[in-house]
């Protein structure tokens, strides 16, 4: 196995070490690795190629067990200023094994192909990549007997299921918060991920936000952002080898080109990818591999080729749209400041990070971006966005306010979910996105 090659190398003599590591990593087996497997890996990995990853624990599960996550990238330890954060994360259902595999997977093949693919070395150039194998390992461990169905390892140790722990967008959600969920929130807010993927097993389809209800849905709820998601979802499924063709897992169910709202699907409250798009600026969609949820190792090798090429694809997304810095008048970044495009307001507006940076993904097309420094003058730009996710660049537009001269106070979110908040102010029709988002700017105007 893995883990025997490894510990097999003379690790204390580097040279030698080193080399030994190397075809460790380029050798890894189709197999099931548990969790010391897994961060033998990972640190090997690490070790063989030092200057391209960036090997952390974001937290730790309820049994203790560290979250890893492994940041792939030119520069991998930090964000820099125009190079898009993506991530992955599988295995969040403890007993969806074939994401956390494939993962490991998708990492071998990164770095052994990085100074030799150049499509490879140019992704890796231009954006930070982060690789988290599980996010709960406790469930991973406590499936004992593989199934294809259900079984106890869905749920972390405490019997919650993270992908319903999340603080909901639409309504307050009561689950208490476990520690595996909260590392993620703690990482989102942490880094400007821009594009996201969560991997589970189960069925075969490519689902995104929202997946609970927004004021109007009629069997479907629609993001602002829905063209774009249509076509992330479409992205991975076409470029699978049988998503796309949307037959499912049984007769009963199909997914026309292998994609589904989340919620025309089934609806479900604290989810993780609507968190992501509501509250981490983040677009992230929910990507099912496997009708089996846990299938036999022996099937990992065919699970990986079918989707090599769509989890790369898919990655280059992230250069979607537009991107750039808002400054003042001495040029100094300014946090905080809200950028949108016009006719697509968030239900938190978007705003740009401490280095006064934003990422908006949109298709090609012509578009207002609208920057707002609470109790200034907006700023309005018409950008043309062509197709440049080829260059591995989005388009760049910066923002400068000439009569700002100070750091902008923060623009905040309302932490309580925005329906609740908001009852009172339309007694019989909820309001609609847009109704919030313009009741939401006055009050910052307001309490600027
Ligand atoms: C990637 O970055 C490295 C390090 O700066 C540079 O030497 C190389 O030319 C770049 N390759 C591509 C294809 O951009
Ligand atoms: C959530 O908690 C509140 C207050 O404790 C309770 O009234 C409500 O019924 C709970 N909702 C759900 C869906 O459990
Ligand atoms: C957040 O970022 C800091 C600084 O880069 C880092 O030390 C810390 O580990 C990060 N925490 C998480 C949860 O990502
Ligand atoms: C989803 O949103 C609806 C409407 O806002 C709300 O009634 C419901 O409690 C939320 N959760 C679920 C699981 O539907
Ligand atoms: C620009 O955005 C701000 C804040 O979201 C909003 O108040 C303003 O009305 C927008 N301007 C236009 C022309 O859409
Ligand atoms: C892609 O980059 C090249 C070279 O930097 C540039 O000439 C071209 O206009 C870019 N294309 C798009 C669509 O942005
Ligand atoms: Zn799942």
New binding site residues.
């Given amino acids: 196995s893995m883990g025997e090659r490894l510990w097999g190398c003379p690790l204390s003599q580097n040279v030698v070490g080193i080399l030994c590591l190397i075809s460790v990593a380029a050798a890894l087996d189709f197999k099931y690795h548990h969790a010391e497997e897994l961060e033998a890996y990972l640190k090997s990995v690490h070790a063989a190629y030092p200057s391209l990853t960036h090997l ?1 624990s ?2 730790r599960s309820v049994e203790g067990r560290n979250l890893w ?1 492994l940041v792939l990238g030119r520069f991998p ?3 820099k200023i125009g190079i898009p954060e993506f991530k992955y994360v599988a295995n969040m259902h403890g007993d969806e094994t074939v994401g956390r595999e494939i993962l490991l997977h998708l990492i071998d093949f990164l770095v052994t192909s990085y100074g030799r693919d150049p499509v490879i070395t140019r992704l890796l150039n231009n954006t930070r990549v982060h690789i988290m194998p599980t996010m709960n390992p406790d469930g991973f461990e406590a499936t004992k007997v593989p199934d294809c169905y259900y079984s106890r390892g869905r749920y972390n140790k405490n019997g919650e299921d993270l992908n319903r722990n999340f603080p909901d967008a639409f309504e307050s959600n009561n689950a208490s918060i476990q520690p595996e969920t909260r ?1 993620v929130m ?2 989102i ?3 400007t991920f821009v594009l996201s993927a969560n991997l589970h097993g189960g069925a075969l389809v490519a689902s995104y936000t929202f997946d609970n209800v927004t004021g109007s849905s009629k069997g479907y709820s629609r993001s602002p952002d829905d063209d774009v998601f249509i076509h992330l979802a479409k992205t991975y499924s076409f470029n699978h080898a049988s998503m796309y063709k949307g037959t499912g897992c049984d007769n009963r169910q199909t997914f026309p080109e292998g994609i589904t709202n989340g919620y025309s699907w089934y609806q479900l409250e604290g989810g993780m990818q609507d968190y992501n798009y509501v509250w981490g600026q983040c677009f992230e969609i929910t990507l099912e591999l496997s009708c089996c949820k846990y299938p036999p190792a022996d099937q990992l090798e065919k699970f990986w080729r079918d989707n090599k090429v769509a989890l790369i694809e898919y990655i280059k997304q992230v250069h979607l749209g537009v991107k750039g810095q808002v400054t003042d008048k001495n040029g100094d970044p300014i946090p905080n400041a809200i950028v949108e495009a016009k006719g697509r307001p968030h239900v938190c507006p978007y705003r740009t990070n401490q280095l006064g940076e934003y990422f908006l993904l949109l298709l090609p097309g012509t578009y207002v971006i609208n920057a707002t420094v609470p109790g200034f003058k907006s700023l309005l730009k018409t950008v043309e966005i062509p197709d440049t996710t080829g260059n591995f660049s989005a388009l760049k537009q910066d923002f400068s306010f000439p009569e700002v001269s100070v750091r902008s106070r923060a623009a905040s979110c309302p932490k309580i979910p925005l329906y609740q908040e908001l009852e009172w102010a339309s007694a019989a029709v909820k309001p609609t996105l847009h109704h919030i988002l313009v009741l939401m700017t006055v009050l910052l105007v307001i309490f600027q």
């Fill in positions: 952390h974001i937290g996550v330890t930090h964000h590392a703690n990482w807010k942490n880094e």
